[in-house]
């Protein structure tokens, strides 16, 4: 079964310094990984995804994606934070089991910035 | 375009009641879901539909009902509300092709069941 796991709950950093939220996943095949953020009461929204091609992923909001197949990992990155970036950050994958294009959330990383 | 819109955003329920959370979205998406986040859970999959007269169970159906007689609406049932089912419920949208990963979300729904 397609998983991800993001082994942080919370990461703090303060604003100006690089950030990266961490995300392993287990699949069968190749995966469909994607981030996705969560501001404070609303829905999430789509940031990037990673098909194929290069491992370095480009997103909004400055956010960028590092896919390494060797240590089955795709952490989130960002070269200078910004206090407008705390949020609830979710990794996912997409269940490959059928067509359905169902996704799998990891748990969730809440990213601190302090000023 | 309005996107997903969800109501109501809060609701209060007792053990028993049976009540829908309604989901409608304007941008013509094959794709609907419904999805509950709970603490340290992430999002979990309730139902899911793939286009108009077809819905299909996601990880956690047990007590909620779904119908998609439009392309627009996709209502979310719960038969006999249970405490279990405290939550905040999230509907969202997708296309078809390559970009169906590509979710967008309602505001949300926060549930609470006494």
């Known amino acids: 079964a397609q998983s991800v796991a993001q082994p942080e709950d919370q990461v703090k950093v303060a604003e100006g310094n690089p950030l990266t939220v961490k995300c392993t996943y287990s699949?069968?095949?190749?995966?469909?990984l994607f981030w996705y953020v969560q501001y404070p009461n609303r829905g999430l929204q789509f940031l990037l995804k990673?098909?194929?091609?290069?491992?370095l992923v480009k997103g909004s909001y400055g956010f960028e994606a590092e896919f390494n197949k060797s240590q089955t990992s795709f952490h989130l990155k960002k070269p200078s934070a910004l206090v407008s970036d705390s949020a609830l950050y979710f990794c996912?994958?997409?269940?490959?089991?059928?067509?359905?294009?169902?996704?799998?959330f990891g748990s969730g990383t809440r990213l601190l910035v302090r000023p | 375009n309005a996107g997903v819109t969800q109501t109501p955003k809060f609701q209060v329920l007792k053990t028993g009641q049976s009540m829908t959370l309604q989901c409608a979205q304007d941008?013509?998406?094959?794709?609907m879901s419904w999805y509950r986040q709970d603490p340290g859970m992430g999002l979990r999959l309730i139902h899911y539909?793939?286009?108009?007269?077809?819905?299909d169970q996601g990880e956690v159906p047990n007590g909620y009902n779904v119908s998609r007689s439009t392309t627009e609406d996709f209502p979310l049932r719960l038969l006999s509300a249970a405490p279990s089912q405290t939550s905040v419920y999230f509907c969202?949208?997708?296309?078809?092709?390559?970009?169906?990963?590509?979710?967008?979300f309602g505001s949300g729904t926060q549930l609470s069941v006494l």
């Open positions: 539909s793939v286009g108009a007269g077809i819905t």
């Open positions: 990673y098909i194929t091609g290069d491992n």
């Open positions: 969202a949208s997708s296309p078809r092709g390559g970009l169906r990963e590509k979710l967008f």
């Open positions: 941008m013509n998406h094959e794709y």
């Open positions: 699949v069968s095949g190749n995966p469909y």
């Open positions: 996912a994958v997409r269940d490959m089991v059928d067509s359905s294009y169902k996704l799998i």
